[in-house]
């Protein structure tokens, strides 16, 4: 898709969703004052307090410097809020490609549009954890 085709207007947003962990992040692109609004707060108000998720969930926009007039909407659930940060940014790095193909290789080289496969092992029967035994006795 080329960045003639996409146009992106109020009616018809761009749409792209991040994973990470059971956490999913759907964000929905349409112009406007270059807002960044997460589950109806703002980015700071959403993230007070997790610097560190804050500027993961914001690296794609840094790296790029793309344009500011958008608006960004995210709809975040599950997992923590380590998370949702790295679910926003693989959304936030999915839809910079789709509208400007040429950031590709730079959101690549960080490793921003990689899903993280690692997820949480389940707990096993017969254990108190996913991987930690009972204590054997001897005796």
């Known amino acids: 898709m080329t960045n003639e085709t ?3 207007t109020r009616q018809s947003p ?3 969703t991040g994973r990470r962990k059971t956490a999913v992040a759907r964000l929905r692109i349409v112009p406007g004052e270059g807002r960044f609004i997460v589950n109806a707060k703002s980015l700071d108000e959403f ?3 997790h610097e560190r998720q804050k500027s993961s969930a914001m690296a794609p926009l ?3 410097k793309p344009m500011t007039n958008m608006d960004i909407f995210v709809s975040t659930t599950g997992g923590g809020v380590t998370g949702q940060a790295e ?3 693989l959304g936030l790095s999915r ?3 789709a509208m400007d193909p040429k950031l590709r290789s730079a959101l690549r080289a960080k490793g921003f549009l990689t899903r993280d496969p690692r997820m949480v092992e389940r707990k096993k029967s017969g254990q ?3 991987r930690k035994r009972y204590q054997h006795s001897k005796r």
């Open 47 to 49: 993230f007070a307090g």
């Open 128 to 130: 108190p954890k996913a």
């Open 62 to 64: 840094k790296l790029t």
């Open 14 to 16: 761009l749409w792209a």
């Open 6 to 8: 996409l146009s992106i």
């Open 95 to 97: 839809a910079l490609v």
């Open 87 to 89: 679910a926003i940014r």
